[in-house]
């Protein structure tokens, strides 16, 4: 299993994403967020099928920290059942992997 992971959330506003990195970034749980979007969403909700201009957060962290990732969205995200998914990093640069070592905390 890789050490790394990209924990990624969608939501409606550009505001509520910006605001999901700023706190990831500010309590060291993800090194860097970048905000994407809009983008274009097209899933089934309640039976019916919809289709929303949604923004993504795209977080790199470490595993290790991915329940406090995940809890800390849940407590910031709008929607009642949010997109929160982790995907494992399986290379990268050393020198990049280092400084998001360095920027983010050590597991509690």
Do not use: F
């Not at 097209?42 to 929303?52: H, L, N, P, S, V």
């Not at 849940?74 to 992997?97: K, M, S, T, W």
Request: some cysteine.
């Amino acid at each position: 299993m890789s050490e790394y992971i990209q924990v990624v959330t969608t939501v409606e506003r550009r505001e509520d994403a910006e605001r999901i990195a700023l706190e990831l970034v500010q309590r060291r749980l993800a090194a860097c967020v970048q905000v994407v979007g809009p983008i274009a969403s097209t899933y089934r909700w309640r039976g019916k099928i919809e289709t929303a201009q949604e923004w993504q957060c795209w977080a790199k962290s470490r595993c290790n920290l991915y329940d406090e990732i995940e809890r800390s969205i849940r407590e910031l995200h709008p929607y009642e059942v949010p997109e929160i998914l982790a995907v494992p990093v399986l290379a990268g640069g050393a020198d990049y992997l280092a400084w998001l070592d360095a920027e983010v905390k050590r597991a509690t």
